[in-house]
């Protein structure tokens, strides 16, 4: 019978590592960070960033799009002279809050938000019946579908008006598409997402997280480095490491004895520095974070703040993330399709802003009896005028006197005697000094 030849590698790691040392892959799941399977991801497609969508990704745009998405819309009607009345009733705010039989208005612009901010790039797809519909004066369209933005191609015509969209192998007209976008200065005609600019963090993160995952996996244990006196054979090798995954690794087989023939097994030490994930993720969180301009006090991950801090960072988070959104998307609406429809009716929303009430009630403190009358004071905080009109007058201040009584308060006459002295006179005996009316 043959002799089987020794396997190219080991000859390799014997001749590099020295006589009867065998080179043995590691087991180690604490070294699995290496592993290929888990490579660095750029986030530079719109397929790769839309898979970025988890953790304090999720999170942070969470916190933007629910808010934005709630914005309660207005209908308005303008006439010749720029005057708007408010329409309670009619097709198009039927169509927002129903767009498709499959989502709610507020589902719709969820969805539409979170493309955005993970893709740079949105697409509302009108339909009239089962056919693309193109805004017409007059003319309405059934429904709206938004289309999942990571799976769109859209290809620029020689003119924008010439662009089309494909999705699902169907060929759209760029004029049937509401399409929205974050302009890439690299390339205005396309979006850039936010995840783009954040892949280096939101990766590390992720890298963390894997690396934590699979750690703990192992029950929280470091590694074993295995060594034996003498050369393994392929079989040994293969027959050892069969055995030892069937007796010593997984949660159930945790903390069992280990016995190791002619050789030993030392615990490969993962440091205290190495286990400290608390302090790198909350820095590459605090960075995801940034990146979508908000702070993890707005979802409710508070650190050593009081409700006006709270308020505060509420109060700059709808400025800087809610408001501008739905600024954009009402304005796209009106101008894609609405105003095509009637020129005269335009789409608006509640200010989102909440009442700043501190800078409120300085105003009020600074303002009444100043600029302010009492009652008008009263009215900002929404209570009834004080009765007989007491707080419709500004009062001067120190005396406490109504300004129009101050106004009409007459000014004493004097009066001429017999003896030719004047009775308010209170002192004639200094020449030139000042006479002051008699009580």
């Not at 839309?50 to 745009?61: E, M, Y």
């Not at 979170?114 to 059934?142: C, H, I, R, V």
């Not at 007491?390 to 300004?403: D, F, K, N, R, V």
């Amino acid at each position: 019978m043959a002799q089987k030849r020794t396997p190219l590698r080991i000859k390799l790691a014997s001749a590099l590592l020295g006589r009867n040392k065998a080179f043995i892959p590691h087991l180690s799941n604490t070294l699995e960070m290496f592993d290929t399977g888990n490579s660095i991801k750029n986030y530079r497609t719109k397929q790769e960033a839309i898979t970025a969508n988890l953790g304090w990704a999720f999170t942070a745009n969470d916190a933007i799009v629910r808010p934005t998405a709630r914005v309660e819309l207005k209908l308005y009607k303008r006439d010749k002279k720029g005057d708007r009345t408010e329409i309670f009733e009619h097709d198009i705010l039927d169509l927002l809050k129903r767009p498709n039989g499959a989502l709610k208005g507020k589902q719709m612009r969820r969805l539409h938000f979170s493309y955005m901010n993970f893709t740079g790039e949105s697409y509302e797809l009108m339909m009239k019946g089962d056919k693309p519909f193109e805004p017409a004066k007059g003319q309405l369209p059934d429904s709206f579908h938004v289309l999942p933005a990571h799976l769109v191609e859209f290809k620029l015509g020689e003119t924008y008006s010439q662009s089309t969209v494909k999705f699902d192998n169907k060929i759209y007209s760029i004029g049937s598409v509401i399409r929205d976008l974050n302009p890439d200065p690299r390339n205005p005609y396309f979006g850039q997402s936010i995840i783009t600019a954040a892949a280096a963090t939101i990766d590390t993160d992720e890298q963390m997280k894997n690396w934590n995952r699979r750690f703990f996996a192992n029950n929280a244990r470091p590694g074993l480095i295995f060594s034996t006196k003498a050369e393994m054979s392929d079989e040994t090798y293969k027959r050892w490491k069969e055995q030892f995954g069937d007796q010593h690794t997984g949660s159930e087989n945790a903390y069992k004895n280990l016995l190791v023939e002619n050789g030993d097994a030392k615990p490969y030490m993962v440091s205290q520095q190495d286990l400290d994930f608390l302090n790198s993720r909350k820095f590459t969180r605090d960075e995801i974070f940034a990146m979508f301009q908000t702070s993890p006090g707005v979802v409710g991950m508070i650190e050593n703040a009081n409700k006006s801090i709270m308020d505060g960072a509420i109060y700059i988070h709808t400025i800087n993330n809610v408001l501008p959104r739905i600024e954009d998307w009402v304005e796209l609406q009106n101008t894609s399709w609405i105003q095509v429809y009637d020129p005269s009716l335009e789409l608006d929303f509640v200010n989102p802003v909440p009442e700043d009430k501190e800078a409120k009630l300085k105003e009020a403190d600074k303002g009444v009896n100043k600029w302010l009358t009492i009652d008008e004071v009263r009215e900002q905080y929404g209570m009834e005028p004080l009765p007989e009109g007491l707080g419709s007058t500004i009062y001067a201040q120190g005396s406490l006197s109504p300004l129009e009584a101050l106004g009409h308060q007459e000014t004493p006459e004097t009066t001429p005697q017999g003896n030719g002295k004047d009775e308010t006179s209170t002192d004639t005996t200094t020449e030139g000094k000042k006479s002051f009316p008699k009580p």
